[in-house]
């Protein structure tokens, strides 16, 4: 079936960075593959000169407990958050995989590189989320929004987290979903636009600690 795609611009003019945003099954390994390439994306400001509007929130707009926090500080929280979810979901699925985890040399064998059922977030939500909300979660995600915008406490920054985990749980294609709202919140973002995915992938290298920072 065939797959709409959503074209990002790279820092050189006569690549594309496509971000996979059909509506269809979305092959397992295409997790690792879209949290490798965000380190490439960058957003043409010249293309997008004013940010656009971040996708609508409803539990994070009616919650009164962090209705202070700045529309771009929100916007830094999910994220981060979108991003360690990926990791997360990735690492459940090797995790779960037989033939990573005996390292058989056939494709067949391993798991991970079949195709996600429908609402693969919701059947396995509290799989993922052991493995996602680590000692290093919150630290991850304020490490990315100091980089950028004003802080949140860490009660807030939890509970936006906890907000857009819970609104993706409905979601048929989880990836698709995380895909697009990581293309969107990008272009909505007005602060470090350029620098934001290489913030991401480092959040993330200290989320898997790999670094000590």
Same mark, same amino acid.
């Given at each position: 079936?065939?797959?709409? @795609?959503?074209?990002?611009?790279?820092?050189?003019?006569?690549?594309?960075?496509? !971000?996979?945003?059909?509506?269809?099954?979305?092959?397992?390994? &295409?997790?690792?593959?879209?949290?490798?390439?965000?380190?490439?994306?960058?957003?043409?400001?010249?293309?997008?000169? &004013?940010?656009?509007?971040?996708?609508?929130?409803?539990?994070?707009?009616?919650?009164?407990?962090?209705? &202070?926090?700045?529309?771009?500080? #929100?916007?830094?929280?999910?994220?981060?958050?979108?991003?360690?979810?990926?990791?997360?979901?990735?690492?459940?699925?090797?995790?779960?995989?037989?033939?990573?985890?005996?390292?058989?040399?056939?494709?067949?064998?391993?798991?991970?590189?079949?195709?996600?059922?429908?609402?693969?977030?919701?059947?396995?939500? &509290?799989?993922? !989320?052991?493995?996602?909300?680590?000692?290093?979660?919150?630290?991850?995600?304020?490490?990315?929004?100091?980089?950028?915008? #004003?802080?949140?406490?860490?009660? @807030?920054?939890?509970?936006?987290?906890?907000?857009?985990?819970?609104?993706?749980?409905?979601?048929?294609?989880?990836?698709?979903?995380?895909?697009?709202?990581?293309?969107?919140?990008?272009?909505?973002?007005?602060?470090?636009?350029?620098?934001?995915?290489?913030?991401?992938? !480092?959040?993330?290298?200290?989320?898997?600690?790999?670094?000590? #920072?």
């Amino acid at each position: 079936m065939a797959a709409n @795609q959503t074209s990002l611009t790279t820092g050189s003019p006569t690549q594309e960075l496509r !971000m996979t945003s059909a509506s269809t099954m979305t092959p397992s390994q &295409d997790i690792a593959h879209a949290t490798a390439t965000l380190g490439l994306v960058t957003i043409n400001s010249a293309a997008n000169p &004013d940010p656009l509007t971040p996708p609508p929130s409803p539990q994070c707009s009616q919650d009164p407990l962090i209705a &202070d926090l700045w529309e771009e500080t #929100v916007i830094d929280i999910k994220l981060a958050t979108l991003h360690l979810l990926m990791l997360a979901l990735n690492e459940f699925l090797q995790e779960t995989c037989y033939g990573c985890q005996t390292g058989h040399p056939s494709q067949v064998q391993h798991s991970c590189l079949q195709e996600l059922s429908e609402y693969f977030f919701d059947t396995y939500y &509290d799989d993922v !989320m052991i493995r996602l909300q680590t000692d290093r979660f919150i630290p991850a995600i304020r490490l990315f929004v100091r980089s950028n915008t #004003v802080d949140g406490t860490g009660t @807030q920054i939890r509970r936006v987290a906890e907000h857009i985990m819970c609104e993706l749980r409905s979601e048929r294609h989880i990836v698709c979903a995380i895909n697009d709202n990581i293309t969107h919140l990008l272009e909505a973002s007005s602060c470090a636009r350029r620098v934001k995915p290489a913030m991401l992938r !480092m959040i993330g290298n200290y989320w898997a600690g790999r670094h000590l #920072v």
